[in-house]
């Protein structure tokens, strides 16, 4: 039976945080609110948790989750390189919307699904889950709705739809900010956007060059190297996580 802590509370929110901490820890799935919509998350090292996530959500492993961290330290530790523009983006933009995929590194033993060897990464700006990201260290995490249904800007929206298929649901009152994170990808020489979101390219552009719209590249051509293939780039229903119209 799905436990429920209302983390407007202080009390119930410790013991919310620690029972979602140790459910994440056991494999199975929790709902955190984010700073944009709720999120379903499950740990990303456990890969038949992952594999229960979007099965809950109805997706196969075509559409892999983001993963959540709770530091830029984590996220640092998730990649192969954080290339030229990574630390800046990282920096200026996180705690926040701004969701940046980057090459995975080989080292890691995680199954996402097809991720085309990228990995894309959020630092959410919403305290009941970096308390909780802080403890559980990366989570996959995709917004808390059946695949095709409406992201859920609560708690019981997200219990309405995933049921008992979720063990915690922590529940942090409606989202003031239901707007997606901004996707841009980091996998190629320019940084290129993938989704407008909460983030504007203006603000973007005042830390790295960003390619959006179909721009071609300013950059020399010989210099150029394009993004890899990403899945976030043509998905109808990303999460945040990440839908296109995110956690």
Wanted: glycine content about 8%; hydrophobic content about 40%; aromatic content about 4%.
């Amino acid at each position: 039976m799905s436990a429920r802590y209302d983390c407007r509370d202080p009390q119930s929110r410790m013991y919310g945080v620690e029972a979602a901490v140790t459910a994440a820890r056991a494999g199975e799935l929790i709902v955190l609110p984010t700073d944009t919509v709720y999120g379903i998350g499950a740990d990303a090292f456990i890969p038949a948790a992952v594999t229960t996530m979007l099965a809950a959500k109805g997706r196969g492993r075509n559409m892999p989750p983001p993963v959540l961290v709770g530091t830029a330290r984590a996220a640092a530790a998730l990649v192969e390189d954080l290339g030229a523009f990574g630390q800046d983006l990282i920096d200026e933009f996180w705690p926040g919307a701004l969701t940046l995929v980057f090459r995975a590194s080989p080292t890691l033993l995680w199954d996402l699904g097809d991720t085309k060897g990228t990995v894309a990464l959020r630092m959410p700006l919403h305290s009941v889950a970096l308390d909780v990201l802080k403890q559980t260290g990366p989570l996959a995490v995709s917004s808390a709705n059946r695949t095709g249904q409406p992201s859920a800007t609560t708690a019981d929206e997200a219990q309405q739809q995933l049921g008992e298929a979720v063990s915690v649901y922590l529940d942090g009152g409606p989202c003031t900010d239901n707007v997606p994170s901004t996707i841009l990808d980091l996998t190629g020489t320019i940084p290129t956007l993938l989704r407008a979101g909460a983030i504007s390219v203006d603000r973007l552009r005042t830390v790295a060059s960003i390619i959006a719209d179909n721009e071609p590249p300013s950059a020399d051509p010989a210099d150029f190297k394009p993004a890899a293939p990403h899945p976030l780039a043509s998905r109808a229903d990303a999460p945040t996580e990440e839908r296109p119209s995110g956690a």
